[in-house]
């Protein structure tokens, strides 16, 4: 069942990769060798090429499920062990727990791991030509590349084992390791991994130059604002005014009205720091419901 699923995507991805990167390279890529001897600029180029392909974002959010349905796709056989008691049989033989357990997590992990990196192999370089455009930090980049897919593997393999260990039904263990995985997923990627670091905030004037490498970062606020960086409370008054004219017009305009550029982002720099950071929360909280559930193996189930 997980080869069918990455057969599946392969084939939602594939077809689509291989025409992006054949667009890139004929046209972004030649586009950007141009720029670097000359100067000229090729934005919209770089515009339409976004807008090209843009139609296949709404995939990927989807696969977000993956790595939860892995967890269960694994972790069932050894939870349908534990439900019907026929653990007990390996348990009368010369088997010991410890090396019954080791050898039933070995396989589950080490299935987990391979379905995992096919997966971000193949999101990587599906992904290449917008990361090289957009970098990597966005949320529905940055939950499939990096050592971060690995991670929410290992998490969900070790709740719904946790989870079977504990109550012994297959039910009970697929269906609330699957909300619990999205849960914990959800809020850190909503609420908390915006916060792993003080974002930077940037303040400039119309007609200067912004932060660089923006368009790499993950922009959490931009937009007109005061000198402060505070968000202006009614932009829609003031600055449709000002975007008539010339482009010196326009600049003077805003400046006129007191108007500035914020940009509040995290810098495309620490992908690797957040990857780490958020690997290591998944990571941990696996190693825990595993020792749990080793320690309930032990003691608490005869």
């Keep these: 069942m997980a080869a069918a699923l990455l057969a599946l995507v392969a084939a939602t991805l594939v077809p689509v ?94 299935s987990g791991m391979v379905a995992t990196l096919a997966l971000t192999m193949l999101m990587t370089w599906w992904r290449g030509p917008l990361d090289h455009l957009q970098g990597r930090m966005e949320p529905n980049v940055f939950d499939f590349e990096g050592i971060v ?39 850190i990627q909503t609420f908390a991994r915006e916060h792993f670091l003080q974002p930077v905030k940037v303040v400039w004037s119309p007609g200067t130059a912004g932060p660089a490498n923006l368009d ?11 000198a402060h960086g505070h968000p202006l409370p009614s932009p829609n008054q003031i600055v449709p005014g000002c975007i008539t004219g010339p482009k010196d017009q326009i600049e003077r305009c805003l400046r006129a009205h007191h108007v500035f550029n ?31 559930s080793a320690w309930w193996l032990k003691h608490r189930l005869a």
């Design 17 to 110: 990769g291989l025409h992006m990167a054949s667009a890139y390279d004929n046209g972004v890529a030649a586009c950007g060798a141009h720029t670097a001897a000359s100067g000229a600029g090729c934005g919209s180029i770089v515009g339409d090429f976004l807008h090209r392909f843009e139609h296949a974002g709404p995939i990927v959010p989807w696969l977000n499920f993956l790595p939860g349905l892995f967890g269960v796709l694994f972790a069932a056989p050894l939870v349908l062990d534990l439900e019907h008691g026929t653990f007990r049989l390996a348990w009368t033989q010369s088997v010991t727990r410890r090396r019954w357990l080791t050898i039933k997590l070995l396989a589950i992990f080490g």
């Design 149 to 187: 897919p690995y991670a929410y593997t290992v998490f969900a393999l070790s709740l719904v084992i946790a989870l079977g260990v504990f109550t012994r039904r297959m039910i009970v263990s697929l269906a609330g390791g699957l909300l619990a995985f999205f849960t914990l997923r959800i809020s």
């Design 216 to 226: 790499r970062s993950w922009n959490l606020l931009s937009g007109p604002s005061d």
């Design 262 to 292: 914020v940009a509040v982002y995290q810098p495309a720099s620490r992908f690797w720091l957040f990857q780490g950071i958020e690997a290591g929360i998944f990571v941990g909280l696996g190693v825990v419901l595993l020792l749990a």
